[in-house]
Structures are given as C-alpha cells and as structure tokens.
C-alpha cells in the first residue's frame, strides 16, 4: 500500500473548503450590468441600483478576491441610477480594497460609459461602441394631434412651471431654455466624473471627447476611453493564471433559479394587463434608445 503524504493530504482536506475561502486559487467575482439604465419593469429589468446593490455586494464580500469584473452592455439611460451605481462601485473598491476591472461587450455609451469608468481598467471589443458623453432629452408634440381629434385638454395646477415642457401644450422657449440649463449642469458633471476617473489617459481634444459622439474600439482606444481589448475569460486569465476562477453574482428567485426583476411582485401582478402594457411601452422606449447605437 502506498504511503500518503503530507502534501497529499494538505491538497485533499484544501479540495473540500469552498473556492472563496481557498487561499491558493486566484477568484474574480463577476456581476453583469445588461440593459437600459433606470428602465426597468417587473418582466424587463434595466440596471438601478435598488437591482444590483446585492449583487455588488457578494461580489466585493470575497475577501481574497484578487479583483472584481464588471461585464457591461449598456446604451445608457437614466443620469442618476448612472451615477448611483457608479458610486456603490467605487465606495465597495476603496472600502474593501479591490480593484474593478470592467468589459464592455456591444456598447459602453452614455450612462453606460459613466458606469464603466468606475472600473481602473476598461476593456472592450474592437467593435464595441463606446462614448457618448452627452445628456439628451426627448419628448413629442401632441397639440396639433388632439386639436384635429377634436379633444379638449383640462389641466389644473398650483406652481407655475408645473407643466413645463407638456407635450400637449406648444412648446415655450423660456421652459426650453431651463431644460438645457439643467442638461448643462448634468453634463458637466459627467465630464468632470471621466476626467476623473481618466485622467491622463484621455488623449483626444475635449472638443471631439465630449460632443456626445460615440466611436468603435479601435478609436476609443486611440482617445484613452478604454485601456485595452480582451473579453473576459481571456484577459482574466493572463493576468492571474488558468486556474482562476470567477464566480458570476445572480440573483434566485423561485426553485433556485434566477427570476430577473420578480422581487417581491406577486404572480398576479405579474401577469396582470397594466404589468403588460408597462412592459410594452418600457421595450419600446428601450429598443429606441439601443436603436441609437445600430443595435
């Protein structure tokens, strides 16, 4: 009979504790961020931070983590769950001293951006959309349309600006000129954040960096908006070995398996015809922002 050893025996007992707490086995926790930010609906969840807060934080809970990956595929979408995430990223980072190393798939644009630059390195696709550094708003003009369907609009309100910018109303340039102003500060913040964030490494004139304009991976290399190309499994293993190991954070929902944006509706919520008419229309303001990108 063969004699044991030691090692054998420390390699055995090490086998049977869980990846995270090994010591030997380098692990990158990984969290998806996938959708239009701030749309969310109980059948199409987009990203917020009320969405990925747990996630973010069983990401960052391993404390042997030699990093944590972000996937992101975003267009964009709502400037403050933008930022919020971003924010919740960054204050898990410093706190637990782990750095973020994030991968954009088809697009990086706009919030989606904002999010990215949470990470101290960014990698994408050569043919991955990136950028967008801008604030856009939308909306339409409806008067016209009721007036021919003969419908009468009665509105009562206390402030005068409380219906700033109603699309059936004609449109005021005094209220558009607030709105651009609000859009200006909310930019300006978004280019401080990159600048931030950047630093050195942006190298294009601020001119073409933040008009909004939106460039493939080859060019947001060229202008310092991404570090490297690389998709996950392969960058992650040059940089930490093949034995890495990188769990990917999902929420569960019912029999174990996760139930995107359920939380706590009830079944009947969820099936319900106002459930389904907000989900229409969330996919179709959804699809029109992604639409914006070629995708």
């Not at 060019?219 to 991404?226: I, N, T």
């Amino acid at each position: 009979m063969a004699e044991i050893s030691g090692d054998q025996i420390r390699k055995f007992f090490q086998s049977m504790v869980p990846t995270r707490f090994r010591t030997d086995i380098p692990i990158v926790p990984v969290v998806r961020l996938t959708g239009v930010i701030g749309f969310s609906t109980p059948l199409r969840p987009g990203i917020t931070l009320h969405g990925v807060a747990r996630l973010l934080d069983r990401a960052f809970a391993y404390k042997k983590a030699k990093a944590v990956a972000l996937i992101i595929n975003s267009p964009g979408g709502s400037p403050v769950q933008s930022h919020l995430v971003f924010q919740r990223i960054r204050q898990l980072s410093e706190e637990k001293k782990i750095p973020v190393m994030v991968f954009i798939e088809d697009v990086g644009a706009s919030g989606g951006y904002m999010i990215a630059c949470a990470g101290d390195e960014i990698f994408c696709d050569v043919s991955s959309i990136v950028g967008s550094i801008g604030v856009v708003g939308a909306t339409f003009g409806l008067q016209k349309a009721i007036e021919k369907l003969g419908v009468e609009r009665r509105i009562y309100t206390a402030g005068d600006r409380k219906v700033m910018l109603d699309p059936f109303l004609p449109e005021n340039p005094e209220d558009v000129a607030r709105l651009k102003a609000i859009q200006q500060d909310i930019y300006e913040a978004f280019i401080g954040l990159v600048k931030s964030r950047r630093g050195s490494k942006l190298a294009g004139p601020e001119s073409a960096l933040f008009s909004g304009e939106y460039w493939a991976g080859e060019q947001a290399l060229r202008l310092g908006l991404v570090d490297g190309f690389g998709e996950i499994r392969t960058v992650l293993r040059e940089r930490f070995g093949d034995k890495v190991e990188t769990p990917l954070m999902a929420d569960r929902g019912w029999f174990g398996r996760r139930v995107p944006g359920v939380g706590s509706q009830s079944l009947s919520r969820l099936l319900s015809g106002e459930t389904l008419a907000e989900d229409l229309l969330s996919t179709a303001e959804a699809r029109a922002i992604w639409a914006r990108y070629g995708l």
